[in-house]
């Protein structure tokens, strides 16, 4: 299970942190994603942190202004989004893998939490 908080609305230029707990014994063994969909457009990939070594990567819409990170002691994962932008508006999406590496492929993610509206007002 993958409860989600954080998100809202805020102005362009501003920062957001979500926020993503999970329950299960094997969160830190596995890959934890980030996607988001706008309105009329497809699910997409953001951000995704490795289970084996925290590797990291990210969509080039938002590298350099979005942070993926992971507390396995509080089995929660972290999306700190700076310099946002209006195309930034949209329903953000943490997912978990049954796997350790990166993958970035919305069907390659078996577990999802609920969608959080983040708004960024121009």
């Known amino acids: 299970q993958l409860v989600k908080s954080g998100g809202g609305l805020v102005q362009a230029g501003g920062s957001l942190r979500l926020s993503c707990a999970a329950s299960?014994?094997?969160?830190?063994?596995?890959?934890m994603g980030w996607f988001r969909q706008a309105p009329g457009k497809e699910r997409a990939f953001v951000a995704a942190i490795s289970g084996s070594d925290d590797s990291t990567y990210y969509a080039g819409s938002v590298k350099g202004r979005f942070t993926i990170s992971r507390d396995n002691a509080k089995n929660t994962v972290y999306l700190q989004m700076n310099s946002l932008k209006p195309e930034d508006t949209a329903v953000y999406y943490c997912?978990?893998?049954?796997?350790?590496?990166?993958?970035?492929?919305?069907?390659?993610?078996?577990?999802w939490g609920q969608g959080t509206q983040v708004t960024v007002s121009s």
């Open positions: 299960g014994r094997t969160f830190s063994a596995v890959v």
């Open positions: 997912a978990a893998g049954r796997v350790s590496w990166l993958i970035i492929t919305r069907n390659e993610y078996d577990y």
